[in-house]
Every structure is written in structure tokens, then in C-alpha cells.
């Protein structure tokens, strides 16, 4: 039973980091010092949701990952491709956009997987505040990109 539980709290930190990694990216690469400000700081909201589930992780005896996926190394190419393309903030925006819906939809399925204990469950639902608040600052975010 832990096994299964550890084994998708790991998919949840992996891409979890995979996000970190992704906002940081995106402020290295953001054109507006306000946007690099902003994808610092959920960053670091980001990665403190990641020590959440790992702290979680090891109470159940797991050794929680520590790195982010091959997948998110690519999708991190692909969005600097296209900001080298001319896509700019726009296109930052736009690949953070996508990699915000991947996690949320990663968290959705583990919020209906009845294998997972009610304590873990409640975890996972304080680690998803972070995503709940990217998704809305990404939604804000791509309508004043839109409006300019």
C-alpha cells in the first residue's frame, strides 16, 4: 500500500520540480522584469510544495526524487525555440500555460486514486494550493499579454 502511495507522491515531486525548473527557466529568459520577478517567486512556491510532498514521502519510508523528468528538460528546449523565434514573453507565457494544465491534470489524478490514504490526500491538497495559484496567475497573465 505505501509503495503505491510513494510512488505517486514521486510522479507528483518530479513533476513538481520539472515545474521549479520551468519557472526559473522562464525568468532567465522573460523580457519584462515584472514577469522575472513573478515566475522567481512562484518558483519558490513551487519548490516549497516540492519539500512538502517529499517531507511526506519519507514519513511513509520513501526516498523522495530529488530531480525532474527528461520531459521537462524537452519542454523547456521547445519553449526556447520559440522565444528565439520571436515569441517572447507571449511565448513564455504560452509554454508555462501548458506546463501548468500537464501538473494540474497530474494532481487531479491523484486526488480520485482511493488508494491513497486520507492523510496523504490532505498533503497533497495543500502541495496543489501552489498549482491552484499558477493557474490563476498564468490565466491573468495571458489576458494582459492578450490586451497589449
Not at 29 to 45: G, I, Q
Not at 57 to 75: C, I, M, Q
Not at 98 to 118: P, Q, S, T, W
Not at 119 to 134: F, K, L, M, P
Request: hydrophobic residues 40%; proline residues 1%.
Amino acid at each position: 500500500m505505501n509503495n503505491h502511495v510513494i510512488s505517486k507522491l514521486d510522479d507528483l515531486i518530479t513533476t513538481l520540480i520539472d515545474s521549479v525548473k520551468g519557472y526559473e527557466h522562464s525568468a532567465d529568459k522573460a523580457k519584462s522584469p515584472a514577469f522575472e520577478t513573478l515566475f522567481r517567486d512562484l518558483a519558490a512556491e513551487r519548490q516549497s510544495a516540492v519539500a512538502l510532498l517529499q517531507e511526506r514521502s519519507r514519513a511513509l519510508g520513501g526516498k523522495p526524487n530529488e530531480f525532474g523528468s527528461a520531459a521537462g528538460t524537452v519542454h523547456r528546449r521547445i519553449e526556447d525555440i520559440h522565444v528565439a523565434l520571436g515569441g517572447g514573453d507571449k511565448a513564455i507565457i504560452q509554454a508555462i500555460d501548458r506546463g501548468e494544465d500537464y501538473l494540474n491534470e497530474e494532481f487531479e489524478r491523484v486526488f480520485k486514486d482511493e488508494a491513497i490514504d486520507a492523510e496523504t490526500q490532505a498533503v497533497v491538497r495543500r502541495a496543489h494550493d501552489s498549482v491552484r495559484h499558477g493557474l490563476t496567475t498564468v490565466e491573468q497573465l495571458k489576458q494582459q499579454v492578450a490586451a497589449a
